[in-house]
């Protein structure tokens, strides 16, 4: 059974905080979204059960949009409720240590960019039905890509 998209989002708030580093809204919705991503690529299966929709500055869970909402642009300072707390397993604590490691240092203007890629899953629903649900195979294989692009099974850099 996979995690809520909220205790994705703190993991990445703790990782951020272990990094002296703070995260804004954007920042955390385009991680997520990433980590997905990812986690459909390399380990075949979602890290969270939740739609993705295809909002104007990117890929966007409403729920954690919702959970998120009350920082507006500015920086989240405090881990979001969340049913559960812990990854599944090791497989997903990389994932999200390599998106991280590719990702974290990007501000949320330009992880929304790296999202709006043209062939992007996001760029594909836009074009197709602005505000929509990105499909889940979309995003698989467009993070597949990446990832034997980079030439490894984890994400390594965000040049696509």
């Known amino acids: 059974m996979a995690v809520s998209p909220n205790a994705v989002a703190n993991a990445f708030l703790r990782i951020a905080s272990e990094h002296g580093k703070k995260l804004t809204n954007m920042q955390v919705q385009k991680l997520v979204f990433m980590a997905q991503g990812y986690s459909l690529a390399l380990l075949d299966r979602c890290i969270f059960e939740k739609n993705i929709h295809a909002w104007q500055w990117g890929p966007v869970v409403p729920s954690l949009y919702k959970a998120l909402q009350p920082y507006g642009s500015g920086q989240v300072t405090q881990e979001l409720k969340a049913a559960d707390s812990v990854l599944r397993d090791s497989e997903e604590s990389g994932v999200l240590k390599g998106v991280w490691d590719a990702y974290g240092h990007y501000s949320g203007s330009q992880l929304s960019e790296i999202t709006h890629r043209p062939g992007s899953p996001w760029k594909k629903t836009w074009d197709r039905q602005p505000f929509g ?8 294989s467009y993070y597949k890509k990446l990832a034997s692009k980079n030439g490894r099974q984890r994400p390594l850099n965000s040049k696509a």
């Open 133 to 140: 649900v990105i499909d889940v195979e979309d995003i698989k």
